[in-house]
């Protein structure tokens, strides 16, 4: 291993994350769009693709030439796999990419895939991170959602992973659920802050074309909080997590001091990543392709012998400076004009002018001397706000 650059010499890049897809689940939850497989029993073939990949990108010049700073495991639900299983693929990733001595290493989990031994497990192969899909501390919620799990597993995984030593946890929770109240939802928080998480990433629940949820929608069969119930519920959470520790950095994530998800702060810094799995996106040095979604086609693929990809694109630096000021605007202390500066010789005044001049007018935006961020006007609408400069 060896220490972490600030900066990847001469390119103006921070380190690099590295991200593998898991594309399997026990069953599919109600509202999914990820690119997720229901099945009981994960197929060997995939991880030795995977396998495969890691192998082969990590002997390209672009990433011998670099540390990289985060490893994130995702799905999907990966722990559907054995611990050893995934503990072999975490091992041969550190051992084949090169990585931070203090690197971030997430696995995502679902509370009714994980037990003590195999989360011992991972965490012995060196994950020192935990991302378990919570969502709600209600089984009437839960089984409304389609999720395979009940709290009693969540809080059996949480107490499993504590024991396995891991002391940075992630809990993922929604919102806006159908048939959630404020009251409901001040519940999860409640029982969620009770098992003292690192982490918590709380997301409205969106109806995304072509899920079972979308269809009940169309039929009037899905009721849901008016949007004013759930900008309540946005709004306590900011308030409650705060006094209980958890400072809201990023429009949907709170985390104890130091305990930010690097991982996805690359993303929103635009950074640098490698994803390699079925539907994985990579982003290097501006060009940024896909790989094919499908799990048989993938293997199929790698078995093959040809490299798995759908598409690709080369960014001009516009558009890439553009969505930097996009994505990192999701974060509340917002874009650093500096690094701007460094990566594309451009910065939001310069650029956008009079536009970013009347958003500021509207209280929408603070400008400062070296960075640019939403306001507390501007953070509830900001969606609105980013599409005008996107
Ligand atoms: S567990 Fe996550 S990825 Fe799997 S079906 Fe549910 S929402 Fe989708």
Known sequence: MVPNPVIHPGSGEEPPGLYLHIPFCKSRCAYCSFNSYACQSPPAAYLAALASQIRHWAGQQWCRERTFATLFIGGGTPT????????????????????????????????????????????RAGINRLSLGVQAFSDRLLAG?????????VCTAIGAARRAGFTNINLDMMYGLPGQSAPDWQDSLDQALAHAPEHLACYELTIEEGTPFARLVDKGELVLPDEEEALAMAERTHAFL?????????????????????????????????????????????????????????????EAGELPLAEGECLPLAARFRESVVMGLRMLQGVSFDRLQRQFGLTPPGYYGKMLEDLQQQGLVAVGKDSLRLTETGLPVANQVLARLV
């Open 145 to 153: 959602l389609g999720r395979s799990h009940t709290v009693a597993e």
């Open 242 to 302: 705060a006094q209980a520790g958890l400072q809201r950095y990023e429009i949907s994530n709170y985390a104890v001091l130091g305990r930010e998800c690097r991982h996805n702060l690359n993303y929103w810094r635009n950074g640098a990543y490698l994803g390699l799995g079925a539907g994985a996106v990579s982003c290097l040095s501006g060009f940024r392709f896909s790989t094919v979604a499908e799990p048989e086609v993938f293997v199929g693929l790698v």
């Open 80 to 123: 559907i796999y054995d611990g050893s299983e995934l503990a072999d693929l975490v091992r041969l990733c550190l051992t084949s990419f090169t990585f931070a001595e203090d690197a971030e290493i997430t696995v995502e989990a679902n509370p009714n895939t994980v037990s003590e031994q195999a989360l011992s497990a991972l965490r």
